[in-house]
């Protein structure tokens, strides 16, 4: 039936990610963990008197939505220049470059309307994480990393010729 060969399909590829060692988790996983930080950040933005009609820069009111929207824009570039820099070994080449826009697209179109504050927190964060990235790949692991990605993918292309 098409459940017992759903059922052999998912063992089997657990089995693969045991084998491997890939952890199908291990991209969603950080982005899981700052979601109630910034949810807790949205709402604290949301009803904190101090925090209303507090400046930064070009923007009049943090705890308002950016009005030129350049902090969405740049939410959404930062996004996908780290999501390229990051390396997502047992991926799939396709569903990475869906995800690639996707997840940036996402959080670009939620933080059109949300508070600039929490534009400003995240795109900072994206920053450091692409300062912490460009570091990463420079250092023995990151090249390890990447050579490790480019053999799967290797093994896995000759795998679907055969």
């Known amino acids: 039936s098409d459940q017992s060969k ?3 399909k998912n063992a089997e590829i657990q089995a693969f990610y045991k084998q491997e060692g890939i952890n199908p988790m291990g991209g969603c996983l950080p ?9 807790a950040f949205f709402k604290v933005l949301e009803i904190a008197v101090e925090l209303r009609h507090a400046p930064w820069i070009w923007v ?14 740049a939410l959404f570039v930062s996004m996908v220049f780290l999501q390229r820099m990051t390396p997502t070994p047992g991926v799939d080449a396709m569903q990475a470059k869906m995800m690639q826009i996707t997840m940036p697209l996402m959080f670009g179109w939620f933080a059109w309307n949300f508070a600039a504050g929490l534009s400003v927190y995240y795109t900072a964060g994206n920053l450091i994480a692409i300062t912490q990235q460009a570091v ?4 023995s692991l990151g090249k390890e990393m990447r050579a490790t990605m480019a053999r799967r993918a290797k093994a896995a292309a000759a795998k679907k010729k055969r």
């Open 60 to 73: 009049h009111d943090l705890s308002a939505p950016d009005p030129l929207h350049i902090l969405p824009i």
């Open 136 to 139: 990463l790949n420079r250092t």
């Open 6 to 8: 759903m059922q052999a």
């Open 31 to 39: 982005m899981l963990i700052q979601i109630p930080i910034l949810w």
